[in-house]
């Protein structure tokens, strides 16, 4: 069985921002007063959260945000983070009503500083998620512009041309690493351009990397495990696919990895050991995450034809086609069961 999902496609819901801005110690602004004092220490702990990579902190990074803003209503770089953690946390799960808020974040900022790349960044991030990738990257220039040293945003503008050009994504990313070599996700959707680009050693070694820094993230493990099977390394790619069975709860953005793990120990189970049993049973679980799996039924569909159950593998197909019609090699499998 071939995958039927471009892993690449799962970075918009899990990419992340990193790395601190100093934006907040001007020597030219005059001295804050307490309440200002305050909202900055929640700015820097919402900060501090936001650049640990790991999703599970966002909720808490945006608390920390809104705390700083309840304090100080009219602090550009609360609102652009904020506007951000929105973009990272939500992702292109994003709602109308949460990228409106956001986007009035990101909007407020550059209007109390328009010299903050920050609220740029952030706007550009949004964009992204929505995809208007031109007015994406209109905002993200104008960031590089008024701060060229400041490694987020050559990141921002790497995976925004991620899905157009993946020679400049390339650039874009390594740039914002040799600005900063601790920016975690960097070294994420790195990965996924490299894999692109089929330099498979240079994707290993920066998805490794990346597990390193964020051990806790889901994504890390299912993404080399894809790798790794693409690479023909199917043992290794069970091993990932595993450890994220293993490691990864219930939260929402654990969810996709997860299912996608199953998915993929199903596919293998079937393709190194034509172990039936094992194989339905991770695609069972790969459906109690995301029902609406056609790709899953798809893999259930070819199992069943392989093992001449045509009542079953009908079935199964019909069923992957209903969740998605415009499904060519499931209709060309189906055909086979008549």
């Known amino acids: 069985m071939k995958p039927r999902i471009q892993w690449w496609s ?76 929105f973009s990272m946390w939500r992702g292109f799960s994003l709602s109308e009503s ?14 109390l500083d328009p010299r903050l790349a920050a609220g740029y960044r952030a706007l550009a991030d949004l964009l992204r998620h929505r995809g208007d990738l031109e007015g994406a990257l209109s905002q993200i220039d104008t960031a590089i512009q008024l701060d060229p040293l400041d490694a987020e945003s050559y990141y921002v503008k790497g995976s925004i041309l991620i899905s157009t050009n993946l020679e400049q994504a390339r650039d ?3 740039r914002a690493l040799r600005l900063n070599p601790e920016l975690a996700k960097t070294y994420f959707n790195l990965g996924a351009v490299f894999q692109q680009l089929q330099e498979y050693d240079n994707a290993e070694k920066s998805l490794l990397r990346y597990q390193s820094m964020v051990p806790d993230d889901a994504a890390g493990y299912t993404s080399l495990g894809i790798l790794y099977a693409e690479m023909g390394r199917k043992q290794e ?28 120990l199903g596919e293998l189970a079937w393709e190194n050991d034509h172990d039936t049993h094992r194989a339905l049973a991770y695609l069972d679980k790969a459906l109690e995450i995301n029902p609406e ?27 992957a086609i209903l969740l998605k019609p415009d499904f060519p090699d499931a209709q060309a499998a189906l055909a086979k069961t008549r």
């Open 172 to 174: 874009n990313l390594l």
């Open 98 to 111: 949460e990228f409106d808020q956001a986007y009035k974040f990101a909007q407020r900022s550059q209007r």
């Open 10 to 85: 799962w970075i918009a819901a899990v990419s992340l921002l990193v790395g601190m801005t100093g934006a907040c110690h001007r020597s030219s602004e005059p001295k804050l007063d307490p309440l200002q004092e305050k909202a900055q220490e929640h700015y820097r702990a919402g900060r501090r959260l936001f650049l640990s990579c790991y999703p599970g902190n966002y909720q808490a990074a945006a608390r920390e945000f809104e705390q700083a803003l309840a304090l100080w209503s009219d602090y550009p770089e609360a609102l652009a983070a904020l506007a951000e953690t």
């Open 293 to 319: 799996s056609a790709e899953a039924y798809y893999s259930r569909g070819l199992i069943f034809l392989q093992k001449r159950d045509k009542k079953k593998a009908r079935e199964a197909l019909e069923q």
């Open 237 to 264: 790619a069970q091993t990932q696919f595993q450890k994220v069975v293993t490691k990864a709860g219930d939260q929402a953005w654990e969810k996709p990895w997860k299912y996608m793990a199953y998915l993929r």
